[in-house]
């Protein structure tokens, strides 16, 4: 079954019917969903799919000779073109009286093995852009490839694309279409475990407990998310150990360059660039306090939930886990899982409020949001604030997310109120955000102030369910 990704299938579609040439760039991680995006858009349409493999031209260019030719004559041929040029010109003569898609995806692995390929692409864009019908996919695993080969300035391909999609996770109210059958609070577990990646997704099994699905998923050694962080690194960087090293250190606590450098061992102008590579891979998050650019506040933290229940827990629990001590090694996980929780549900809250503020149902129409984090000049202690957005210099939103299993009371709603005096705006919204509800008392206050929004995550569940 197909889930979700309705925007990208809309433009593409939209690409599809303008009738003239096109030609869409599609990346993004690993087991992110890239190709069944594309299976489905061309499911229904006349098109050549070809996927390139870690091999050398002649094989590649078998290959897709097969492809185009089973395509044009019906029946497969041990025919093959003599070189890429003429396979693809083949193709673009093909489309220039009715409408083909072709898709060439994991392309990195074809034009690395071929150095001109890029350049034969230029030169047939070039020549039959306006005489071709073609719909050219280009898609491709390494995002670094992709951006520095493909979308770069000095890439022989720049210029040409008429589009470029790059797939990320799915959010959360996504990734709960995984999950039908599970309670209200399993849901957002499980998406705390595997994150938005929809191959990591169908690893959940709906049917038995998430403590059972964190024995089966990641405790057990030949199960399928076990080895996949260390074989991601190993065909995204050429170092694999020290990036391991980089994002166990941010698993455990290490937020700053320096704390991560100590961690690690290395110099903190080398964690940087390695710090760098992995946000640019969508693993690592980098954030400053929201409203700053100060680089010195800058802290890092792991983007991925799979990653980052994966090097939070499997690492130091490496030796008793392939030793087959399942029960231990949960126990020792156990007692942290409702602490790892508060940033997973920090960021469920942050995209409930920006799928309010697209759908048109937001109190305050701001224009981004983030955390912040600094000291009070009053108290000379160090200040959190969860969420803030701003709509413009007058108005901003303020919200705070607890993830405990008690009501929340009065004193978060009045620490929230005061805190928001760090910020000189006349106008302020705020949240709270509770797993599981608010005590009278903070209802009575939220109701006395008039600007106070009391959101409790079955409130976040039924309004994805409804939008």
């Known amino acids: 079954m197909f889930i979700g990704r309705k925007y990208e299938l809309l433009q593409l579609n939209r690409l599809y019917n303008s009738g003239k040439f096109e030609f869409a760039v599609i990346y993004g991680r690993r087991r992110v969903g890239k190709t069944a995006i594309i299976n489905e858009f061309v499911k229904d349409k006349n098109a050549i799919c070809f996927t390139g493999v870690e091999t050398n031209a002649k094989q590649n260019l078998e290959n897709l000779s097969e492809c185009i030719l089973e395509f044009s004559t019906g029946m497969k041929t041990d025919t093959a073109f003599s070189n890429f040029q003429s396979a693809l010109e083949y193709v673009f003569k093909l489309s220039e009286n009715k409408r083909l898609v072709l898709c060439l995806d994991e392309y990195p692995y074809v034009a690395r093995a071929s150095r001109s390929l890029a350049s034969t692409l230029q030169m047939l864009i070039d020549k039959y852009k306006d005489s071709s019908k073609l719909f050219l996919i280009l ?27 790059k797939i990320l996770p799915f959010e959360f109210c996504e990734a709960c279409e995984y999950f039908n059958g599970m309670s209200p609070e399993d849901k957002a577990l499980a998406y705390g475990l595997v994150g938005g990646t929809p191959q990591y997704l ?15 998923i990641f405790l057990n050694p030949v199960s399928a998310l076990y080895e996949e962080p260390n074989n991601l690194l190993k065909q995204e960087v050429r170092e694999p150990a020290i990036y391991n090293a980089v994002i166990t250190a941010i698993a455990t606590g290490a937020s700053k360059i320096s704390e991560i450098s100590t961690k690690v061992g290395e110099t903190s102008s080398t964690c940087v660039a390695y710090v760098k590579n992995l946000v640019a891979l ?9 409203g700053e650019k100060s680089t010195k506040k800058t802290i890092y933290s792991i983007e991925d939930n799979m990653f980052r229940f994966w090097y939070r827990f499997v690492p130091e ?6 030793r087959g001590a399942v029960e231990l090694a949960y126990s020792r ?18 995209q409930y409020l920006w ?11 701001f224009t981004d949001i983030g955390r912040w984090w600094g000291t009070n000049p009053k108290t000379r202690q160090q200040e959190e604030i969860d969420i803030i ?43 709270i ?28 569940l039924k309004y994805n369910n409804e939008n």
């Open 333 to 350: 996980i156990a007692p942290y899982l409702s602490d790892y929780m508060g940033a997973v549900f920090e960021e469920i809250c942050k």
């Open 282 to 290: 969508g693993i690592v998050r980098k954030e400053v306090p929201y």
């Open 389 to 431: 957005g701003s709509a413009d210099k007058n108005t901003a939103l303020f919200g705070e997310c607890k993830w405990r299993n008690e009501s929340v009371d009065l004193g978060i709603l009045e620490t929230l109120v005061e805190r928001s005096k760090l910020f000189n705006f006349d106008k302020k919204h705020f949240y």
């Open 433 to 460: 955000f509770s797993k599981s509800g608010f005590t009278k008392g903070c209802i009575d206050k939220a109701n006395e102030l008039g600007n106070v929004s009391l959101i409790a995550y079955d409130d976040i």
């Open 317 to 322: 629990n490496s030796s008793i886990i392939s």
């Open 202 to 216: 169908l690893q959940i099994n709906n049917k038995i407990s998430i403590e059972d699905n964190i024995k089966n």
């Open 355 to 365: 799928k309010r503020l697209l759908n048109g149902d937001s109190e305050i129409d």
């Open 139 to 165: 898609c491709g695993s390494s995002m670094s490839y992709i951006e520095d080969h493909v979308l770069a300035y000095k890439a022989p391909l720049y210029g040409r694309r008429t589009a470029q999609f």
